[in-house]
């Protein structure tokens, strides 16, 4: 069956709302904040939304320049995206919040006037456009995660985890091929808990190998947001526990994950909560917007 892109623009301009709720209370010092990603900051984790929204842009308007970008790009190495991040490194928050929405804004725009049957660059496979709006939405959450844990902020899960757990789940075979290990030829049966009470399933009932668990926790393991043994899954069988050590649900090489027990509970919040943003995902904002703004609050580690 066909995706339905609409839908899923939608939803991402949803992601895009709810992370931008976040991003438009923090003061200025807290865009330096340390994330569990090793070296980045929370400006980091915005700057490199910013950065491969507009690289994805022109993906759809301008196939050709892209793939002559990346080129130059990745012609450096597959460190890229640390190179990139040290780039806009310093920049003060309120730039790089406009800087986000202005790319945010200007990709769902060119997603929902795109040909549903084109193929798209990118710096891995080439993928359809419903693909890439996925891998955005994927890659606004696991890097909304980082920020949401710098922060010690919980999140509460949403429907929209189904795009990224079907995402890391059809990955299976790029995650075994950039770990340089053949494509699991034994079924999976992947189970999860939705945030509905209702249960996600692929693959056939009567696999011996198994993932069972919420989606919630299965999505931070396949974006490598949290470890295995740090999550409620239950792996069964020896080909679905080496792809679940291994799986990632983002293009590039083999990530690293994280460390068992590298990411604390959440402890703080906001004090208001997420509101609708508008269409676009992000809403407009003056530069001095940030004056005499409040800090969401955050519990320190000690």
């Not at 340089?180 to 992947?190: E, G, H, N, Q």
């Not at 069964?236 to 509970?265: D, E, H, L, N």
């Amino acid at each position: 069956m066909a995706a339905d892109l609409p839908a899923l623009v939608d939803d991402l301009v949803a992601e895009s709302a709810a992370l931008h709720a976040v991003l438009e209370r923090l003061g200025p010092s807290q865009w330096s904040l340390p994330t569990f990603a090793a070296g980045w900051t929370v400006g980091d984790q915005v700057s490199h939304l910013a950065y491969f929204d507009e690289a994805t842009r022109q993906s759809l308007a301008d196939p050709a320049q892209f793939r002559r970008e990346a080129d130059v790009l990745t012609s450096g190495g597959d460190g890229f995206p640390d190179r990139i991040a040290a780039q806009h490194r310093g920049r003060p928050g309120a730039d790089l919040l406009s800087w986000f929405c202005d790319a945010r804004a200007a990709l769902v725009v060119a997603y929902r006037a795109v040909d549903p049957g084109c193929r798209l660059p990118w710096y891995g496979p080439d993928m359809s456009p419903a693909s890439s709006v996925t891998a955005r939405l994927m890659e606004t959450w696991a890097h909304g995660q980082d920020i949401l844990d710098a922060l010690h902020i919980d999140r509460s899960p949403t429907a929209r985890l189904r795009h990224i757990a079907d995402l890391g789940i059809r990955a299976a075979p790029y995650s075994h091929a950039v770990n340089r290990l053949p494509p699991p030829k034994v079924p999976i049966r992947v189970e999860l808990s939705a945030p509905d009470g209702d249960v996600w399933t692929w693959g056939p009932p009567d696999a011996r190998d198994r993932v069972v668990g919420s989606a919630m926790d299965f999505c931070l393991v396949v974006t490598q947001r949290r470890h295995r043994a740090d999550s409620d899954l239950i792996v069964t069988g020896p080909t679905a526990q080496q792809w679940v050590a291994i799986a990632q649900a983002f293009a590039g090489p083999a990530g690293p994950g994280r460390a068992p027990q590298a990411v604390g509970s959440g402890a703080g919040g906001l004090e208001t909560p997420v509101r609708d943003l508008g269409t676009s995902g992000c809403r407009p904002r003056s530069r001095n917007s940030s004056d005499g703004k409040q800090e969401v609050d955050t519990k320190e580690e000690r």
